[in-house]
């Protein structure tokens, strides 16, 4: 079983944004958003799930990823804001992501097939010279880049 490399939650992102009209009339809208990052050189394959509703709303959430790992059910709330975000990433790519919400007797289910596709990494540190580490995302510089490709190559028997 995979454990999540990344959880960050973060209820009161949106506070200024206003909640979309379905969201003000009641109803809470549920969104999946994909993210990929390369932090250090190091993947990252998200998700972001995102449910807008009125203000201070109480609900159930579950997110599973492919493979078996299933974070839930547990009980959420939009705050003060009418908004509640989690993002949460993994070392490796999945097949899908499945995030339920159970509110006044309806469920809602997004799925994301296939999120996040590998970012492109250099192989050889000529590679990332003359400027070619900024093709690759999560590198700062020019040096950052070249260990890292010196790094993933094969040593020789």
Known sequence: MRKPLLALVALALLAAAPAPAAAQQGALELTLEEWCALPGGEPTYGVTVTVTGPPDTSFEGRLSFAGGVTYGPAIFSTGPTGVFEISLGESEPVASVTAAIRYDG?????????PCQAPPAPTTAEDCKNGGWRNYPGFKNQ??????AVKQRPHAA
């Open 106 to 114: 309806i469920e809602q289910v997004e799925t994301l097939e296939r």
């Open 143 to 148: 040096g950052q880049c070249v260990a890292f």
